[in-house]
């Protein structure tokens, strides 16, 4: 194969995965994929993918400088070896890109199985804040005991806007409980059916995935609904509930549980994730 | 109700693949890119100079290298071949590989604040003074052994033929430019031959973590040695980024220290997508050399390391 179409091929694959990669960025799917903190570098691969893809077909090397041996390893130089490169490195892609829902399904939750309380998941640590200072610059109660309440968002009919994450701390926070107890919440998950402890067939799981850095580390976590009658949704679609957050204790541990009054389906939210 | 040990999806499949492939990419681009000025801007002989000529203090200096040049373990190998290519010691590149993704201060500090309330210091301290033992012990064997058992024959002969003086078969272009653009040249060669096995090493990863039921690894946490050994398994099949397998690693309550060290140490050094990525480099006896190697050589420093009541 000469130099010039294994330039073309090169020049292909690195444009594919660099525009794969900033329409992943610009359409905001990105997030559905990893951690904040990897976007930027995201866009920036993206960008220079492109750029290189252009460096690579306009800029040919000088042949007398660079031959097949100057490199090393310079990949395949048979039309067949560069063919099936450039496939190899392609096709996967954009059939992961066609294929992927973006989000995991009941299996994949169900191999990693549900993580049901906070101790259970990455980085945690007991919430142990310093005492921030009140109004009149004097130090106020520490830690749990400090008024969070008034910092809870709520709906226009007043229910406060949960996530999984609040309420599983404050299974395992008597302080912050008091500000979730017996309220009205309104909180948005996945619907995955309960596999056990259900002998009325009215609970079932609110999933959210937790994510150190990718959507492969994932984690699920749920918190327990229990509604007014047997619910069923398609496993993994996007639910609304809304009612009221308890926290029972059973075998000396103590969970959340929501008593439903409400469940609806529901768009899935910009952020799909929790971190 | 119970849970078949391996289920395929191919939308999990798909969705793991592809979230992998995107976060780790930017890395391997950052590692060809560095390979790409290496190969036109550093001569052969500046790092021979500065690098100690014993072998052993060599291979200490390699494994230590990821202080000051931090790499996460897929970009590090675009690096070392060219390394290689321009003359380092192939022992001193192994143990920079092997070390640089854990011996460095990002992953320190993201296995200090992972391990927090649980032996942080001593987690972090231990996760970085096994994987540099591991890495010179590694290098040291390396260094015994005939090059043509270690280097893919095409790698092989650019060392062989590098002749004694700066040039290895052919001129650098002069001027910045010309070099810029032979640079470029370099880099996304190295790119796409590197990722080709990052792309089948993801994908047979993807399958298995997305397929596999993970709470059959539980039942083995009760023994040292057989969780150390399934938490090494289970860190190849994940073939986490080693910035932040520590915090997946802290969530394994149910199994000893040992086992988690063993994972925090093993994954970085070798892993499904690594395997893959390896071979742009190494023999495929080697490989497997090297990853029997690791799994006893970690194995058996982790569990010994009960003594100390870890």
């Known amino acids: 194969m000469t130099l010039t179409a294994r330039r073309y091929f090169q020049g292909a694959s690195l444009a594919v995965w660099g525009v794969v990669a900033l329409a992943f960025y610009y359409s905001g799917r990105i997030s559905s994929y990893l951690h904040p903190d990897f976007h930027s570098w995201t866009v920036f691969s993206g960008f220079v993918l492109v750029l290189m893809a252009i460096g690579t077909v306009l800029l040919p090397v000088e042949e007398e400088h660079c031959d097949d041996d100057c490199g090393g390893a310079h990949g395949p130089t048979s039309a067949w070896g560069t063919a099936l490169t450039t496939s190899l490195l392609i096709i996967p892609l954009l059939g992961a890109v066609m294929i992927s829902p973006s989000q995991f399904g009941a299996v994949a939750v169900m191999n990693r199985g549900l993580a049901d309380s906070i101790t259970d998941l990455p980085g945690y640590v007991p919430f142990s804040e310093p005492p921030l200072p009140t109004e009149d610059g004097s130090i106020g109660p520490s830690g749990p005991s400090a008024d969070l309440g008034s910092y809870l968002t709520r709906s226009p009919d007043g229910r406060i806007m949960a996530s999984t994450m609040d309420l599983l701390y404050a299974a395992n926070e008597p302080g912050l409980r008091e500000d979730f107890e017996n309220q009205d919440i309104e909180i948005i998950g996945q619907f995955f059916p309960a596999k056990k402890n259900n002998p009325n067939g009215d609970r079932f799981s609110l999933v959210r995935m937790f ?64 971190y | 109700m119970d849970v078949p040990v391996f289920t395929f999806s191919l939308p999990d499949f798909s969705y793991a693949f592809l979230s992998v492939l995107l976060e780790g990419v930017p890395f391997i681009l950052v590692g060809t890119i560095i390979s790409g000025l290496l190969d036109q801007f550093l001569p052969s002989k500046v790092m021979l100079r500065y690098l100690p000529r014993n072998p052993f203090l060599g291979a200490c200096t390699a494994a230590g290298m990821g202080l000051v040049f931090p790499m996460c373990e897929c970009g590090v190998v675009p690096v070392i071949r060219r390394l290689i290519h321009k003359g380092l010691p192939v022992s001193n590149a192994v143990a920079y590989m092997l070390a640089a993704p854990v011996v460095n201060p990002i992953v320190i500090l993201s296995t200090y604040a992972a ?196």
């Open chain 1, 211 to 274: 994510v150190m850095c990718c959507a492969a580390d994932a984690r699920p976590v749920a918190i327990t609904v229990r509604a007014l009658q047997p619910e069923t949704f398609p496993d993994m679609s996007w639910i609304k509930v809304t009612g009221k957050a308890t926290f029972p204790t059973e075998g000396g541990r103590t969970f959340p549980v929501i008593v439903a009054e409400s469940v609806v389906p529901t768009e899935a939210p910009t952020e799909t994730f929790m």
């Open chain 2, 115 to 310: 391990f927090r309330g649980q032996g942080a210091l001593e987690m972090s301290s231990l996760r970085v003074a096994v994987a540099f033992v591991v890495a010179v012990l590694v290098a040291m064997a390396v260094h015994n052994l005939p090059l043509r058992r270690v280097l893919k024959p095409q790698i092989l002969e650019s060392v062989e033929n590098m002749p004694d003086d700066e040039h290895h078969g052919h001129s650098h272009p002069v001027g910045l430019f010309s070099r810029l653009r032979a640079a470029l040249h370099v880099a996304v060669s190295d790119f796409l031959d590197v990722m080709v096995y990052f792309v089948l090493g993801v994908g047979v990863s993807a399958a298995i973590s997305t397929a596999l039921n993970q709470e059959v690894l539980l039942p083995l946490a009760l023994n040292d040695w057989l969780a150390t050994a399934s938490m090494m398994l289970l860190a190849f099949v994940l073939s986490l980024c080693s910035t932040s397998d520590a915090f997946i690693a802290a969530t394994f309550v149910a199994f000893p220290a040992v086992a988690k060290l063993a994972f925090l140490v093993f994954g970085p050094m070798l892993d499904l997508k690594l395997v893959f990525i390896y071979s742009s480099v190494f023999t495929k006896r080697f490989i497997l050399g090297l990853a029997v190697g690791l799994f006893v050589l970690i194995g058996l420093i982790c569990v010994r390391l009960t003594v100390i009541g870890l």
